[in-house]
């Protein structure tokens, strides 16, 4: 298989929303062609795509099929199921690799894997049967109790602090395999994207502040107000998981830093990452353009920031007084709007972004958090 994918080949990308819509938009304009697959139609990335594939992810034959068609296989996502990952390996090259998935997808492989190889995490411990729960939640306190498989956006936790919560929500989970984790005084919370090309090059995007609400990414802003210190260390384990896994692509760590200075690895995401978005209108290279380098074998971009910026999610609940008022947004200069393609807007489901720079990263956070209040009517 070829390892160097120069423009006009054909990248197939497992997964069809947003985040593949802004891959597919930097792949095209470097004159890659893209084919998307996943069991949505007129998907976000299906629009911008030249073949789009709706088929179940658990058509093995349609992978080896999408998989055979393209030169280079990565994905927008990465609750890929596994066989999935392994059908379209069997035809073409496929980066990340599919074990990356593999440990990321889970929530228990990932934290054991993250302990394991030294890294800051948060306490855990592995629940699969009530006896773990009894064993556990008296001596963790307040905890969160989250499905193993298959989250994001805070779906699958649940905030417990005795017996009998921990119990409620396991049963609502439907008692399958969870992971009990320590609540964490945090100070603030901040992700670095890293990528790491076919040769093993690293490069890093300045670390974000991020603000959630109800588990969902609201604002990020960069650089974050924290110091060499706290960059320097963030970036050190960032390239430390990239390594340790052999990813060939992007990563984004997620941490909390303590109220004493210190970080601990959340979360990870083998995969562009929202809070990246920020990248496109603020850095010489986008997180989507140093995913598409490195998976096609070429030499990664520079990272550096041309101004500071600031991102804020557009989530389904600002059309609640109809169609926003995009004019008045737009009306501040330095304000863009990025929207998905999504037909349909519902609560708490990500339409798009606004993103805006200025000379610090404070002004940025308050520019597009006026301006997404302009959008309601």
Not at 105 to 120: A, N, Y
Not at 137 to 150: M, N, R, Y
Not at 154 to 166: C, E, F, I, N, W
Not at 359 to 370: C, I, K, M, P, Q
Request: aromatic share 6%.
């Amino acid at each position: 298989m070829k390892t160097r994918i120069l423009p006009g080949a054909t990248i197939g990308v497992l997964g069809s929303g947003q985040l593949g819509r802004m891959f597919a938009i930097s792949a095209r304009r470097m004159g890659y062609r893209v084919h998307t697959y996943s069991p949505d139609r007129d998907s976000p990335t299906g629009q911008i795509a030249d073949v789009e594939i709706d088929a179940p992810y658990e058509d093995l034959d349609r992978v080896r099929q999408f998989a055979s068609a393209v030169d280079v296989v990565t994905f927008e996502f990465e609750n890929v199921p596994a066989p999935t990952a392994e059908a379209a390996a069997s035809c073409t090259l496929v980066r990340p690799a599919g074990e990356v998935l593999h440990t990321s997808q889970h929530r228990l492989r990932e934290k054991t894997f993250l302990s394991r190889h030294g890294f800051p995490v948060t306490r855990f411990e592995a629940i699969r049967e009530e006896a773990d729960l009894c064993r556990a939640v008296p001596d963790f306190g307040p905890a969160i109790l989250k499905t193993a498989g298959f989250g994001y956006d805070g779906k699958g936790q649940y905030r417990v602090s005795t017996l009998a919560d921990a119990r409620s929500a396991w049963d609502a989970m439907g008692r399958q395999e969870a992971v009990l984790e320590a609540v964490v005084d945090f100070e603030a919370e901040l992700s670095v994207v890293g990528v790491r090309g076919a040769n093993g090059e690293c490069m890093f995007f300045a670390p974000s502040c991020n603000h959630h609400v109800a588990g969902i990414l609201d604002v990020s802003f960069a650089p974050a107000p924290f110091g060499p210190g706290v960059e320097k260390e963030a970036i050190a384990i960032t390239r430390g998981i990239l390594e340790q896994l052999n990813v060939t692509g992007v990563l984004c760590v997620e941490f909390f830093m303590t109220r004493e200075g210190r970080l601990l690895v959340n979360e990870l995401a083998p995969r562009p990452h929202n809070s990246g978005h920020l990248t496109i209108d603020a850095c010489i290279t986008s997180q989507f353009e140093q995913q598409l380098r490195s998976v096609c074998g070429l030499p990664l971009g520079s990272t550096q920031m041309l101004r500071p910026a600031a991102m804020a999610n557009l989530l389904g609940d600002v059309w609640n007084g109809g169609e926003p008022r995009w004019e008045a947004a737009m009306a501040l200069p330095e304000v863009k709007l990025h929207l998905y393609g999504k037909s349909e807007a519902r609560a708490g489901r990500k339409m798009g972004h606004l993103t805006a720079t200025a000379d610090t990263a404070s002004e940025a956070e308050g520019l597009v958090r006026r301006a997404r209040s302009h959008l309601m009517r």
